[in-house]
């Protein structure tokens, strides 16, 4: 079916075959050079999780130090102290707020280390032990400041065991992260190596069909069109296709069959020619003969 094709549209097909495997081995290549690429810079961006939750573990250290500080004294706080207070939960919802904007921004670039979920829920939880803390801060005031200060030593504690989860969940899960990864670098490695496989399966027929449809036809008219040339008439160019180096290959015997009709043609006018030339030589040396024998027999008469 394909040799009945015109040289344009088996150009396309062999182009549009060698597009398809440029494509293919580059969509391989990018992929996983892509892939590296994000898992990198995931590693990059949850590795920036440590120093935050350090930050909210430190600052619930700094606050717990205030609070013993305080708690044995059985007074209302005083302004200055509500300040400090107030300063130290600032700083823990600071830190938690970064945490999550780091999650967040994890989450964006297509984090591939797991989910987020679980930290999510635990800074909601750390926000939670804040207000709470900052709430019976304020209570100290008016009420039973001892009594406020188990609740703010028991919030804290909160905050510190929660804190102290964070670290403990990314480094487990960048424990699991080979087996979390395996299944699909082991896919890819199986679709690189069935694109190779078939990007070289698609080359070599490309070769094939460039060697049948182009090479080979073109070498068969180029060698008979020599052979014509060197007095050959008799060679007929035959091609493997029906294509415009088949119509070419005709072209071509037509013109051959009809420089072998007028060489056949030229030879019989000039074997006609040679014979006529013969003949009219013998007549003319029958005649010369006759002339001879005439006045050889005009003289014995001439003198009698």
């Known amino acids: 079916m394909f040799s009945r094709w015109s040289i344009r549209y088996k150009l396309t097909l062999c182009l549009a075959m060698l597009i398809a495997i440029v494509g293919a081995l580059s969509f391989s290549s990018f992929q996983g050079v892509y892939s590296y690429r994000r898992l990198a810079r995931s590693i990059s961006t949850?590795?920036?999780?440590?120093?935050?939750?350090?930050?909210?573990?430190?600052?619930?250290?700094?606050?717990?130090?205030?609070?013993?500080?305080?708690?044995?004294?059985?007074?209302?706080l005083t302004k200055i102290a509500i300040s400090r207070f107030s300063d130290h939960l600032d700083l823990i919802e600071s830190s938690a707020l970064q945490y999550n904007l780091q999650l967040s921004t994890s989450q964006q670039e297509g984090e591939i280390i797991g989910n987020i979920h679980q930290e999510q829920e635990l800074i909601r939880a750390i926000n939670q032990q804040v207000q709470l803390m900052r709430q019976q801060i304020h209570r100290s005031n008016q009420g039973n400041a001892l009594e406020s200060y188990d609740v703010v030593g028991g919030a804290l504690g909160q905050v510190k065991l929660r804190t102290a989860q964070l670290p403990r969940i990314l480094q487990n899960r960048?424990?699991?992260?080979?087996?979390?990864?395996?299944?699909?670098?082991?896919?890819?490695?199986?679709?690189?190596?069935?694109?190779?496989?078939?990007?070289?399966?698609?080359?070599?027929?490309?070769?094939?069909?460039?060697?049948?449809?182009?090479?080979?036809?073109?070498?068969?008219?180029?060698?008979?069109?020599?052979?014509?040339?060197?007095?050959?008439?008799?060679?007929?160019?035959?091609?493997?296709?029906?294509?415009?180096?088949?119509?070419?290959?005709?072209?071509?015997?037509?013109?051959?069959?009809?420089?072998?009709?007028?060489?056949?043609?030229?030879?019989?006018?000039?074997?006609?020619?040679?014979?006529?030339?013969?003949?009219?030589?013998?007549?003319?040396?029958?005649?010369?003969?006759?002339?001879?024998?005439?006045?050889e027999i005009n003289n014995p008469l001439a003198t009698i």
Request: proline share 2%.
């Open 174 to 295: 960048m424990d699991s992260l080979v087996d979390e990864v395996r299944l699909q670098y082991r896919t890819w490695i199986v679709i690189t190596w069935l694109t190779s496989i078939t990007a070289a399966i698609l080359l070599i027929q490309v070769f094939r069909m460039v060697h049948a449809w182009i090479v080979r036809p073109f070498g068969k008219l180029i060698t008979g069109s020599r052979r014509v040339a060197n007095g050959d008439l008799e060679y007929e160019i035959v091609t493997d296709t029906v294509d415009e180096v088949s119509e070419l290959a005709l072209a071509m015997n037509n013109m051959t069959r009809n420089f072998k009709l007028i060489r056949d043609d030229l030879d019989r006018q000039v074997k006609i020619r040679t014979q006529e030339a013969i003949r009219s030589e013998q007549l003319a040396s029958v005649g010369f003969l006759a002339a001879g024998v005439s006045h």
């Open 46 to 76: 949850r590795a920036k999780e440590l120093p935050l939750a350090e930050a909210i573990n430190q600052n619930s250290d700094d606050l717990q130090t205030l609070l013993n500080t305080y708690r044995n004294d059985d007074a209302p």
